[in-house]
């Protein structure tokens, strides 16, 4: 019985420690241009050597998918147990702004999102989980609110996230793009459309 209770300790202390290297990459990337903070950065933000953060994670894609998680945590747009009201896809628009804030972590969650579709990735069941959801929600909004058929509205859900990623990408290369404008605009033509 002790010896079980010895093991609890220190697991509750490595998933302390893994929260609070989340959590300081989420800073680091919230601090940093598009070219995103480094691993040594994030270390020393937790008081940790390169090779002593890197313990907590199998390796550095299981990190960087593991920040992604965290961030959509912090950030939840959807979630399962939510649909969405024909006024909250205006909260879109307000979601890509917010991403301009941190432009490492959109170039990582973009460099994640292609990295992963080779299933042997660690992010891969996480990502296409993701966007299933992601599409799910905004597939069920757009039938109750607006009454869409659901072929319709799967295929519109799929092309606001198709357009929101593609936006991203594009603000990479030129950060005068207002993608923030371009998505609602694209929103106002989805909820005007049947």
């Given amino acids: 019985m002790v010896h079980q209770a010895g093991k609890?300790?220190?697991y509750r202390k490595s998933r302390e420690r893994r929260q609070a290297i989340l959590?300081?990459?989420l800073e680091a990337y919230a601090e940093s241009d598009a070219g995103g903070p480094t691993l040594r950065a994030i270390a020393d933000k937790v008081g940790l050597s390169e090779t002593a953060l890197l313990y907590y994670f199998r390796n550095r894609e299981e990190l960087f998918v593991a920040i992604i998680e965290a961030r959509d945590q912090a950030d939840r747009f959807l979630s399962q147990e939510q649909t969405l009201e024909a006024a909250d896809f205006k909260r879109l628009g307000a979601l890509i702004a917010r991403n301009a804030e941190t432009p490492g972590l959109v170039k990582l969650f973009l460099e994640q999102a292609i990295a992963a579709?080779?299933?042997g990735h660690p992010g891969h069941?996480?990502?296409r989980d993701r966007y299933a959801e992601f599409c799910r929600g905004l597939a069920d909004g757009l039938r109750?609110?607006?009454g869409l058929t659901?072929?319709?509205?799967d295929w519109?859900?799929?092309l606001l996230i198709a357009a929101a990623d593609g936006l991203q990408i594009q603000w990479l290369y030129d950060p005068s793009l207002d993608m923030r404008r371009d998505l609602e605009r694209l929103v106002d033509l989805a909820l005007e459309s049947r």
């Fill in 8 to 10: 609890r300790g220190p």
């Fill in 23 to 25: 959590q300081a990459a």
């Fill in 117 to 119: 579709v080779n299933p």
């Fill in 125 to 127: 069941d996480f990502m």
């Fill in 144 to 146: 109750q609110a607006k």
């Fill in 150 to 153: 659901a072929e319709r509205a």
């Fill in 156 to 158: 519109l859900g799929r």
